[in-house]
């Protein structure tokens, strides 16, 4: 078994043993699982749909951090916390489906059960690269470092290989693109407006295609982190 392999069987395990420890829940489209600073008293574990998890600066700009689906922790940093409160907020894209897991019962079962410990502890620091890559590119790169790396992250994400170019399979604004890149819409469409004259990209509807995602790792100094590591989940 190689180290993919693996990785993927101890997610499934970590998944597997959640969902034994918690509700499961049917959210709609337009709800949040938390907001930012409210009591938390529960994670959540999702079983389908999308969740965005955003945060809020002083100045009132929402900036995307996670776009979540299928498989994926929300609400783990409350975790081991005195008073716990959510840091950020978690809104359901589409009618989902989440297994919410009692904080308090679950701290318990990490300091009883090594193997849950120890997936779980494997999970988060898969998270946090994520997270510290992401910010990465936000702050090192630019504006423009930043939106190439997320049309890349999507691309790993989201994208579908056909004889014209990698789709983007979620339909996405200037502004939810400006959001995930902590920066202001006009900045965007101005940037995504040189990319298609490049033919670097074209968008349809919303949806992007990707046609020479090459460039955009050319450009971004990419270093070919794995999949699991760069993407927007």
Avoid at 25 to 42: N, P, T
Avoid at 173 to 187: K, M, P, S, V, Y
Wanted: proline share 1%; aromatic share 8%.
């Amino acid at each position: 078994m190689n180290k993919q392999q693996m990785e993927n069987q101890h997610t499934s395990e970590l998944i597997e043993l959640l969902q034994k420890a918690g509700r499961t829940i049917d959210v709609k489209k337009g709800a949040f699982l938390f907001r930012e600073g409210q009591s938390a008293s529960e994670m959540f574990l999702i079983l389908s749909g999308k969740i965005q998890i955003s945060k809020m600066n002083a100045e009132g700009q929402e900036l995307y951090l996670r776009l979540c689906s299928a498989n994926e922790i929300v609400g783990e940093l409350t975790l081991f916390t005195e008073d716990p409160k959510y840091i950020f907020n978690s809104k359901v894209l589409v009618d989902s489906t989440v297994v919410a897991i009692n904080l308090t019962s679950l701290e318990s079962a990490l300091f009883q059960n090594s193997q849950l410990a120890y997936l779980f502890l494997k999970w988060m620091n898969d998270h946090f690269r994520r997270t510290i890559t992401k910010f990465r590119d936000l702050v090192l790169f630019g504006k423009k470092g930043a939106l190439y790396s997320t049309l890349i992250r999507l691309s790993n994400s989201y994208g579908i290989e056909k004889e014209d170019g990698i789709h983007i399979s979620v339909a996405l604004t200037n502004q939810d693109l400006a959001n995930f890149c902590g920066t202001a819409r006009e900045i965007v469409s101005r940037l995504l407006a040189d990319l298609k004259k490049k033919r670097v990209i074209s968008i349809d509807q919303k949806m992007i295609i990707i046609h020479n995602i090459e460039y955009l790792r050319r450009e971004n100094d990419c270093e070919n982190c794995p999949i699991s590591i760069c993407n927007i989940d």
